[in-house]
């Protein structure tokens, strides 16, 4: 079975700075999809980046970016220049190639403080 | 392109009853997943279907069924409502299943 371990339930950053929340997930299998959601307090699930598992580079999506270790099984997200606005829920998640079922960690939530 | 709309958006109903939750997908997106968020047990996977059929189904009892139409329009049942439905139910549409879109949920509680 699939899991998603997420080790930190709290985070906080003050505004501008870099952090970093670790991710870690499970599985024999070698063709998956990684992704990262957001969730802030209106509760709107929002897709922040993916990581197809057969890519070796880092997805980036302008201040997001990602650190994929598949022999790890890890992958960790980079918030870089935090804003205000990061705030939020941050899940991750996994889900098999030609899969509609998607694990999701336990959730790491961020402050970012002025 | 409109997102994923979920109808209503919070429902109050009492133990032993039914609920009908309503989701519409992103226009082109024919998977439709259902998840429940608790704080408890978190985001878990309850359903998804493609092309009006069930392709795959998480732990849940069979009181939690639901349906999609030809229009790729979703509907989550549960009856006999107990105490611990009560969550956000989060509906998430995509092309293949893989990237998932969320709509922003129907918040049930269960009295």
């Known amino acids: 079975a699939q899991t998603v371990t997420q080790s930190q339930p709290e985070m906080s950053v003050q505004e501008a700075e870099t952090v970093t929340l670790s991710c870690t997930y499970d599985?024999?299998?070698?063709?998956?999809?990684l992704f990262w959601y957001k969730q802030p307090p209106s509760r709107q699930m929002i897709l922040v980046i993916r990581?197809?598992?057969?890519?070796?580079q880092n997805a980036t999506e302008n201040r997001f970016s990602v650190n994929f270790q598949k022999a790890a099984k890890s992958f960790s997200l980079k918030i870089s220049d935090s804003q205000l606005g990061d705030t939020a829920m941050y899940f991750c998640?996994?889900?098999?190639?030609?899969?509609?079922?998607?694990?999701f960690g336990a959730g790491t939530r961020l402050t970012v403080k002025p | 392109k409109a997102g994923v709309t979920q109808t209503p958006r919070y429902l109050i109903k009492t133990r032993g009853q039914q609920v009908t939750l309503s989701c519409s997908p992103i226009?082109?997106?024919?998977?439709v997943s259902w998840y429940q968020q608790t704080p408890g047990q978190g985001l878990q996977f309850l359903f998804e279907?493609?092309?009006?059929?069930?392709?795959n189904k998480g732990n849940f009892p069979g009181r939690f069924s639901g349906r999609q139409f030809s229009n790729s329009r979703s509907e989550m049942n549960v009856s006999t409502l107990e105490l611990g439905d009560s969550a956000l139910y989060l509906c998430?549409?995509?092309?293949?299943?893989?990237?998932?879109?969320f709509g922003p949920g129907t918040r049930l509680t269960v009295l």
């Open positions: 599985t024999s299998e070698s063709n998956y999809y």
């Open positions: 279907y493609f092309s009006e059929t069930q392709r």
């Open positions: 998640a996994f889900i098999l190639t030609n899969s509609n079922d998607m694990r």
């Open positions: 998430a549409s995509s092309t293949t299943g893989n990237e998932q879109f």
């Open positions: 226009s082109g997106h024919r998977s």
């Open positions: 990581q197809e598992a057969y890519k070796q």
